[in-house]
């Protein structure tokens, strides 16, 4: 990446924009969907060149950032041309190979291992399996309000509210003692903070940083499935090592990368859609008097538009298996496609007034679970379930709840918020 300028220049045209510059990820929301609009605007998608870190892996010639909603749905849509699995689709170079035993889980996946994977762990995530964890979020949620108003009007959003029931639900499904809830904390936050120096202070130990906190991880739940396997219990872990599903299961690497991907992908995610959301309705209390009104009734659509606006992963990479041409765009073989989420859910040509906060918008067709397709995130629904029990107790027990001025991680990938002050 682009070492950090002391000051910011405006950006006034597409040119003056580099996504592979860190200060650009440090920009406010206003000055990044300005800078999105103008890469939407232009007659094909804009085309960066790889950013010099690479955790050790060959840089490539560049890629393709794909920022119109239309672009992504049909990307998402093409997973035999635009696929996951040739070097990775959370990261920008590709991803070397001491990194895959460890990240090499489903998302940077295609099929058929795509499938079989996903089909052994999405038992755990369907409606009705959801269902089962009702009470469980639901408890959790307003025990974390208790503790809120205990510790008194003061408090760390992100780290006392919007980070704890993410992180005790997806510990509690695999069976992982709360002793060990705040180790999974730490590591969860290197693996997706770690060009935040908050998380990791010299850039020049980001890939240590990153491996170690993927061996610290999988360590973690190897332990914990031998345990299973001698005496099985009723989490989710117990049933991935000791039931076949359709004749097949995790392998102890499978189950590694699995528990990585689920601890980061359903704990970092859902904290930032919380923290988010808190700072929406602080910013635009109608919609918080609206969704008062009618809670239950207007919490689905709510929860969508918080998403949207959220946006919590801002990409993922694709690489083109072959030439093909996209809405009138021609991808070469091998080349690689970013899927920047965020920006699509701001698409003024999909979103009526798309930076208006809208808790009643109808339809809300965004792309902050992911793209149609087989890299849908598996745990929307429990990410709803979770969002929707959290604010059901924010508002109803603690309704003039307000947050501060939040402070962001720096980062290209998530759309992170580290700390943010509330007041009530």
């Known amino acids: 990446m682009t070492t950090q300028p002391t000051e910011r220049t405006p950006i006034t045209s597409a040119a003056d924009i580099d996504l592979n510059d860190w200060n650009f990820w440090g920009r406010p929301d206003e000055e990044r969907e300005h800078a999105f609009r103008l890469l939407r605007d232009l007659d094909k998608p804009a085309f960066f060149p790889e950013p010099e870190f690479s955790l050790?892996?060959?840089?490539?010639?560049?890629?393709?950032?794909?920022?119109r909603h239309a672009d992504i749905l049909e990307a998402s849509r093409n997973p035999e041309v635009f696929c996951s699995g040739d070097g990775g689709a959370t990261n920008i170079p590709d991803l070397p190979a001491e990194f895959a035993e460890y990240f090499g889980s489903m998302i940077n996946m295609d099929d058929p291992r795509h499938a079989r994977l996903r089909r052994i762990v999405s038992r755990a995530f369907t409606p009705r399996m959801i269902k089962q964890f009702e009470s469980d979020v639901d408890a959790a949620a307003s025990r974390i309000v208790d503790e809120l108003l205990e510790t008194g009007p003061g408090c760390d959003f992100v780290t006392e509210v919007a980070a704890k029931l993410p992180l005790k639900i997806i510990c509690d499904m695999m069976g992982i003692p709360e002793k060990d809830y705040q180790f999974v904390f730490d590591r969860s936050n290197i693996v997706l903070g770690a060009t935040d120096p908050e998380y990791v202070s010299d850039r020049e130990d980001i890939a240590d940083a990153l491996l170690t906190?993927?061996?610290?991880?999988?360590?973690?739940?190897?332990?914990?499935?031998?345990?299973?396997?001698?005496?099985?219990?009723?989490?989710?872990?117990?049933?991935?090592?000791?039931?076949?599903?359709?004749g097949e299961r995790l392998t102890a690497?499978?189950?590694?990368?699995?528990?990585?991907?689920?601890?980061?992908?359903?704990?970092?995610?859902?904290?930032?859609?919380?923290?988010?959301?808190?700072?929406?309705?602080?910013?635009?209390?109608?919609?918080?008097?609206?969704?008062?009104e009618d809670f239950e009734g207007r919490a689905p659509r709510a929860i969508e538009e918080i998403v949207r606006l959220a946006a919590p992963v801002n990409y993922m990479r694709r690489k083109v298996t072959r030439d093909h041409e996209m809405n009138g765009n021609l991808y070469r073989k091998g080349e690689?496609?970013?899927?920047?989420?965020?920006?699509?859910?701001?698409?003024?040509?999909?979103?009526?007034?798309?930076?208006?906060?809208?808790?009643?918008?109808?339809?809300?067709?965004?792309?902050?679970?992911?793209?149609?397709?087989?890299?849908?995130?598996?745990?929307a629904h429990l990410a709803r379930r979770?969002?929707?029990?959290?604010?059901?107790?924010?508002?109803?027990?603690?309704?003039?709840?307000?947050?501060?001025?939040?402070?962001?991680?720096l980062s290209s990938f998530i759309n992170g918020i580290k700390h943010m002050p509330c007041e009530f």
């Open 336 to 379: 690689k496609v970013l899927l920047y989420y965020w920006a699509a859910n701001r698409d003024e040509r999909v979103f009526d007034d798309p930076l208006r906060f809208d808790i009643l918008r109808d339809p809300n067709p965004h792309v902050g679970f992911g793209g149609p397709g087989p890299h849908f995130c598996l745990g």
């Open 386 to 409: 979770e969002i929707t029990a959290m604010f059901r107790e924010l508002l109803r027990r603690v309704p003039q709840i307000e947050a501060g001025e939040p402070e962001r991680l």
């Open 213 to 246: 906190a993927g061996m610290e991880l999988q360590q973690l739940v190897q332990d914990l499935a031998a345990l299973r396997m001698e005496t099985p219990t009723d989490d989710l872990t117990s049933s991935l090592v000791n039931a076949n599903i359709d």
């Open 253 to 292: 690497q499978e189950l590694g990368s699995f528990f990585i991907l689920l601890v980061v992908a359903g704990n970092e995610t859902t904290r930032n859609a919380i923290s988010h959301g808190m700072r929406l309705l602080t910013l635009n209390p109608e919609q918080r008097r609206l969704w008062l």
């Open 56 to 67: 050790g892996g060959v840089t490539g010639p560049g890629y393709h950032a794909l920022v």
